[in-house]
């Protein structure tokens, strides 16, 4: 079972700075077997797809907003935060096979 | 646009059953694969059950054999059936389905599960 590691568990910024998550799988994923997805969710909402595929953007989603892979590290990146970007973020890994869905344990970002 | 929205939640008692419901409108076109998700008070997202569209069935390892994942792509139709309800059951579950992205990229805005004597 492949455990993802989000970090860190909070992130302190002011709007206007640069946010970097990582998001850590327990073991080396195959890009062809398995694909990487970012969320984003705030308080008393559903979640929100920003990313899926590892740096593809969800439709209406910000440039603002990317991802990329670098070993077994996933990153999400926000260049400039806005104010309706703080919020909770989840990684989520999709195994095509057997299918299952795994979640990282979430980063919250908040206002400094 | 697109509408889901989940019904059914409500208390129950430890051992007991529930069936939550889930129906999406706004599109129609046919989904490979529709899912469960839930959130337990203050917890992170945790995924639940797949359905595939050729009617495979997958589920996370602490629901398996006690939940059971049914619905209807074509009419865009999601159900859980949770037996053997226990107290860590307690959670929003959410329905969602894959758009152009193949990901989970539509969601209903939840129906809270409670377990509780």
């Known amino acids: 079972e492949i455990v993802l590691t989000q970090s860190p568990a909070t992130l302190s910024l002011s709007p206007g700075e640069r946010a970097t998550l990582s998001c850590r799988a327990s073991?080396?994923?195959?890009?062809?077997?398995?694909?990487l997805a970012w969320f984003q969710q705030k308080p008393g909402q559903a979640p929100r797809l920003l990313i899926y595929?590892?740096?593809d953007r969800a439709t209406g989603i910000p440039a603002r907003f990317s991802g990329s892979l670098s070993g077994t590290d996933f990153t999400l990146t926000i260049s400039t935060l806005e104010p309706e970007d703080f919020a909770v973020y989840y990684c989520?890994?999709?195994?095509?096979?057997?299918?299952?869905?795994?979640f990282g344990q979430g980063t919250k970002v908040e206002i400094k | 646009e697109v509408q889901v929205v989940e019904s059914g939640g409500g208390l129950v008692q430890p051992g007991g059953s529930l069936r939550v419901s889930c129906a999406a409108s706004?599109?129609?076109?046919?989904?490979?694969?529709m899912s469960w998700v839930r959130q337990a008070p203050g917890k992170g997202l945790e995924w639940v059950s797949t359905?595939?569209?050729?009617?495979?069935?997958y589920y996370a390892d602490s629901m398996r054999g006690r939940f059971t994942i049914s619905g209807d792509n074509s009419k865009s139709t999601l159900f859980l059936q949770m037996d053997s309800l226990r107290v860590d059951d307690t959670a929003v579950y959410y329905c969602?389905?894959?758009?152009?992205?193949?990901?989970?990229?539509?969601w209903g805005q939840g129906t809270l599960v409670t377990v509780s004597s």
């Open positions: 989520q890994l999709r195994i095509i096979w057997p299918p299952t869905w795994t």
């Open positions: 706004g599109f129609i076109v046919t989904r490979n694969y």
């Open positions: 073991q080396s994923v195959s890009t062809n077997l398995a694909y």
């Open positions: 595929d590892t740096s």
């Open positions: 969602t389905f894959p758009g152009g992205s193949d990901a989970f990229d539509f």
């Open positions: 359905i595939f569209s050729d009617g495979g069935t």
